[in-house]
């Protein structure tokens, strides 16, 4: 009977609704061409290749050209991940886009992207939560897409942190580098269990009292200037190890799932030894445990995108691994997101 639904058996079991969920179609990534080694920075400032890489782990990083900004690097990464999902820029209801570095203090950074990807349709804006960046643009744009506000959404990740360092600290300057990531996230329809490929949860925390540890000193409504990175280093160590700890827990249990069950940790890329200390945690062996660190240094809202860039194009993730994601950064703001893919 074509056109009409067939009368539904009074005796048969309702059916269950479907359940929206937001699915990783696509991952893609941008890095700026010059490379900068310790032994670059250890020429102007007092540190060495040594100390930066038993504290850190990093060895380099990426450094933008003048006049690359981060809507530069995002379209970049945005395309990659478009063409990875198979997606014309105009399937895209929208872009949710995190920076601490946007090109401009307004329009939002993401309207830049929008231009430069060609679409003109859709919404875009930006979220602002340093380090934590992406994984409070991917908890909105899940919510979105979960709401049926969108179906296909760009959540990208970017930063020229290069513009706002002190080059004189070495302190900060070490720790930070360029680039961008960005993920497809279409909308699917499943019965909303945790074996089901789409987001399960995100976990998101803010502590303002805390702004001074980790903050930019300098702003449109202070001092008029850009400003530079500010951080105790230690304070802000401490912090993440507890913090990032306690929040894997609460994602795990949200969906009632045990340590044993992750397959990726695709952690916040800052420091090395804070990325051992989680993988121990949850149990992980190094080698089931994303790390760039070494080469991108702490990129903030870019570095989880491009971590997932970098181990889906490699092969790493496959369909149907349980990925934990978690960052902390300025705020403090701190959460973590759990995936199938
Ligand atoms: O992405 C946002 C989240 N950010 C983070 O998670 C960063 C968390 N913090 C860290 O990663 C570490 O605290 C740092 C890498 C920033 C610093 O490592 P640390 O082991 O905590 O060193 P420290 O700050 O306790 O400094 C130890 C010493 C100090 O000298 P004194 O006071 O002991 O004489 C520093 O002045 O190392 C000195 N130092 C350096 N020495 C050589 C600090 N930076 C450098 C440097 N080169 N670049």
Excluded at 254 to 265: E, P, Y
Aim: one cysteine or more; a negative charge; aromatic letters at 4%.
């Amino acid at each position: 009977m074509d056109g009409v639904h067939p009368a539904r058996d009074p005796g048969a079991p309702a059916a269950v609704a479907p359940r929206i969920r937001s699915v990783f179609a696509g991952f893609g990534g941008a890095l700026p061409p010059r490379v900068v080694t310790n032994d670059d920075l250890a020429a102007t400032l007092d540190t060495s290749n040594e100390w930066i890489i038993e504290r850190t782990g990093i060895r380099e990083r990426r450094i933008a050209a003048d006049g690359v900004t981060a809507s530069d690097l995002a379209a970049e990464a945005a395309r990659a991940a478009l063409a990875d999902a198979g997606l014309e820029p105009e399937a895209i209801d929208g872009i949710v886009l995190a920076t601490s570095t946007p090109d401009r203090t307004y329009p939002a950074t993401a309207v830049f992207v929008q231009a430069k990807l060609g679409m003109t349709r859709g919404f875009a804006f930006d979220v602002a939560a340093v380090c934590t960046g992406f994984i409070y643009a991917l908890s909105v744009a899940d919510a979105m897409i979960r709401a049926g506000q969108a179906r296909a959404l760009l959540v990208i990740g970017t930063e020229v942190n290069s513009r706002i360092l002190d080059w004189s600290d070495r302190g900060t300057a070490v720790l930070f580098g360029d680039g961008a990531g960005a993920v497809v996230l279409r909308a699917a329809e499943g019965r909303g269990d945790t074996a089901e490929p789409g987001i399960l949860s995100t976990h998101l925390h803010a502590d303002g009292r805390h702004e001074g540890i980790l903050h930019v000193d300098g702003g449109p409504g202070t001092t008029g200037t850009v400003g530079h990175v500010r951080m105790q280093g230690r304070e802000v160590f401490r912090h993440a190890v507890s913090k990032l700890a306690a929040v894997v827990d609460e994602a795990l249990a949200a969906n009632g799932l045990a340590q044993g069950d992750v397959d990726w940790l695709v952690p916040h890329q800052a420091n090395l030894r804070i990325i051992d200390a989680m993988g121990r945690k949850i149990g992980l062996p190094p080698e089931r445990v994303v790390v760039t660190v070494d080469r991108h240094a702490n990129t903030s809202a870019a570095s989880i995108p491009l971590a997932l860039w970098e181990a889906h194009r490699d092969g790493r993730l496959r369909k149907g691994q349980l990925v934990l994601m978690e960052a902390i950064g300025g705020g403090l703001t701190w959460g973590a997101a759990l995936a199938r893919l």
